[in-house]
């Protein structure tokens, strides 16, 4: 069974950071592609981050790029997102997620596997 678990959400102010992690347990890491959607209160869950297995693929949405950042270190079973000058729209619940091969895509279908969450609250 696979498990993905998020850590590091947290309260920031505008302009601030935060990394969250999420580790991944349950089948071999590196040969999948991983990524990161987030969901805000009333709106559908949004595609943020995407990278493949070695990590040289990242993707990112338009509305993060240039501010937030995707890794994985696949000796440690984890990818990072570091949220740099954060936003009011920013806040959301963010779900590290699992897909089934390694393609690197912003559909939520191609991820097979989902985290429980980990909120993120950006203050003005």
């Known amino acids: 069974q696979v498990v993905l678990v998020e850590s590091g959400g947290g309260l920031v102010q505008a302009g601030g950071s935060l990394r969250l992690s999420c580790v991944a347990s349950?089948?071999?890491?590196?040969?999948?592609?991983m990524g990161w959607f987030r969901q805000a209160p009333g709106k559908e869950r949004e595609f943020v981050a995407a990278?493949?297995?070695?990590?040289?693929?990242?993707l990112y949405a338009d509305s993060v790029k240039g501010r937030f950042t995707i890794s994985r270190d696949n000796a440690k079973d984890t990818v990072i997102l570091q949220m740099n000058s954060l936003k009011p729209e920013d806040t959301a619940v963010y779900f590290c997620?699992?897909?089934?091969?390694?393609?690197?895509?912003?559909?939520?279908?191609?991820?097979?596997?989902w985290g429980q969450g980990t909120q993120v609250t950006v203050s003005s």
């Open positions: 349950g089948r071999t890491f590196s040969d999948y592609a």
């Open positions: 997620a699992g897909a089934s091969a390694d393609w690197v895509s912003p559909r939520r279908d191609r991820y097979a596997y």
């Open positions: 990278i493949n297995w070695s990590g040289e693929r990242p």
